[in-house]
């Protein structure tokens, strides 16, 4: 208790003792430091967003991929269907029947939609791609 009344009894003298300049120059540092903080705060807040935003743009360059290859073989188009097989499409993704005759908007695989086109070298791409053969409509 009497060594704490002692140490603010030396910081009081401390501040007392400092000179205007050292004062400006104690204010100043406190208001960077304070900066300094909300700076961070900032730059993490812009790295979050950032993070969201590249996620959001990963999902949807898949998802034009995807909406891409299942077109591709709804239309028996085998060598685009290697094509963006090899560029990240996924061959056993689901989306809407894409107005498939028959079809009452269920989502349907590439491989679902080559096979209903009758279109065997669609269907013999995508599973060399690897399409799930087992897929049901969700």
Known sequence: ???RRSER???LERVG???PQQRLLVSESIALIGQVQASHEASELHR???KQEAEELETFIQQELDDQLRA???AGDHKEVERLCKHGADPSSSSSSLGTP???GESLTPLQLAAWGGHKRCV???LREGAAID???P
Do not use: I, P, V
């Open 1 to 3: 208790s009497q060594a």
């Open 9 to 11: 009894a030396e910081a």
């Open 17 to 19: 003792n400092e000179t």
């Open 48 to 50: 979050q967003q950032a």
């Open 72 to 74: 591709a073989a709804a």
């Open 102 to 104: 028959g079809r009452g």
């Open 124 to 126: 013999k791409a995508l």
């Open 135 to 137: 897929s049901l409509d």
